[in-house]
């Protein structure tokens, strides 16, 4: 069974920044690409950024593009969101998802997370 | 980045109805649309693949078809367990972008 638990959200001040990771389990997470999707609350859903299985291909909403970073360590199964100069309308749910293949920086979001909890203010 | 335009944002229906709902694109993806069912408090959950490809384990009365810039999304059976916001998605590289949602409720 696909499992991914997302960590490290929480309350951080504007301009500040913040370390999100997905540790992934139940499948071969090298084969994949891997996403951070994120939901403001009560509104909807907004890629962040995707990567490859390799990192070789990386892509990032312009919104956050950067101010955001996502990395991976295949050995470790684990899925990275460095996230700096973070702002109030950065507040959101963010969600890890796992792609269905391996194209670019991914096209689907098959599995996800439960999500961890982003808030920025002061 | 291509725009993707929802609608209606909201519907109400019957157990049993058929419910429709639309998606276009600000420009041509071919078959780049991918749909998604969230439940209140839940995450997302892929239905659709591809415009019209079924996820496996989705049951059938979910459907989907289009090209182009514009796509339907069809419930052929409303059942009380498909209250939800589902939202279309495209793919065509390099941003991924996500329509407004369409919240369906049970009238």
């Known amino acids: 069974e696909v499992q991914l638990v997302e960590s490290g959200g929480g309350l951080v001040q504007p301009g500040r920044s913040l370390r999100l990771s997905c540790a992934a389990s139940g499948f071969t997470f090298d084969d994949y690409a891997m996403h951070w999707v994120r939901q403001a609350p009560g509104k909807g859903l907004e890629w962040v950024s995707g990567?490859?299985?390799?990192?070789?291909?990386?892509g990032y909403a312009d919104s956050v593009k950067g101010r955001f970073t996502i990395s991976r360590d295949n050995a470790k199964n684990s899925l990275y969101l460095q996230m700096n100069s973070l702002r109030a309308e950065d507040t959101a749910l963010y969600y890890c998802a796992k792609d269905k293949d391996d194209y670019v920086w991914g096209r689907y979001f098959q599995h996800w997370g439960q999500g961890t909890l982003v808030t920025v203010s002061s | 980045d291509i725009q993707m335009t929802q609608s209606p944002s909201s519907l109400s229906a019957s157990v049993g109805d058929r419910v429709t709902i639309t998606c276009q694109a600000s420009?041509?993806?071919?078959?780049?649309l991918n749909w998604y069912q969230q439940k209140p408090g839940k995450a997302p959950k892929l239905l659709i693949y591809d415009a019209s490809n079924l996820e496996t384990g989705v049951p059938s009365r979910f459907s989907g078809s289009g090209s182009g810039t514009d796509f339907t999304f069809t419930i052929s059976s409303l059942q009380p367990e498909d209250i939800a916001t589902y939202y279309c998605?495209?793919?065509?590289?390099?941003?991924?972008?996500f329509g407004g949602g369409t919240k369906v409720e049970i009238k």
């Open positions: 990567i490859s299985w390799n990192s070789g291909s990386i």
């Open positions: 998605q495209q793919y065509d590289n390099p941003s991924l972008t």
């Open positions: 420009q041509d993806i071919s078959n780049y």
